[in-house]
């Protein structure tokens, strides 16, 4: 099993604070929340993880939702180069900042760290 956290982390650097967890309040404006929300190993071989499935959330939250908007196209834009397929998308304006959620859905060959659509 692979914590894919830290790497996805590291490709959307530059773009926003990246949080790997939820928090009660922001110290600033624009942040990306990330989270795994699930990781199942697909192939075993020779007794390791050799494919997972894995399904990562991001949430994306700035000041107004035009620059909601415009940065969850730019993470977007990122995580789809590199083979994490986007199954969900929703812009969230029920709480005090606004936000949109995003779900990937995508393989992980163990072996090799490549990243493969589902």
């Known amino acids: 099993m692979t914590d894919v956290l830290p790497a996805v982390a590291g490709l959307l650097n530059g773009l926003a604070d990246i949080s790997l967890a939820y ?16 990781n199942s190993s697909s192939v075993i071989l020779s007794g390791a993880d050799r494919y997972s499935s894995i399904t990562l959330q991001l949430d994306v939250y ?16 990122v995580l789809a180069a590199k083979g994490m397929k986007r199954s969900f998308a929703q812009f969230i304006t029920d709480e005090d900042v606004p936000r949109m959620c995003m779900r990937y859905r995508f393989g992980l060959d163990e072996a090799t760290g490549r990243v493969v659509s589902v």
């Open 23 to 38: 928090r009660d309040g922001f110290t600033s404006l624009p942040c990306i929340v990330l989270a795994e929300i699930g």
């Open 62 to 77: 700035a000041g107004d939702e035009a620059d909601v908007r415009a940065l969850a196209v730019e993470a977007n834009d």
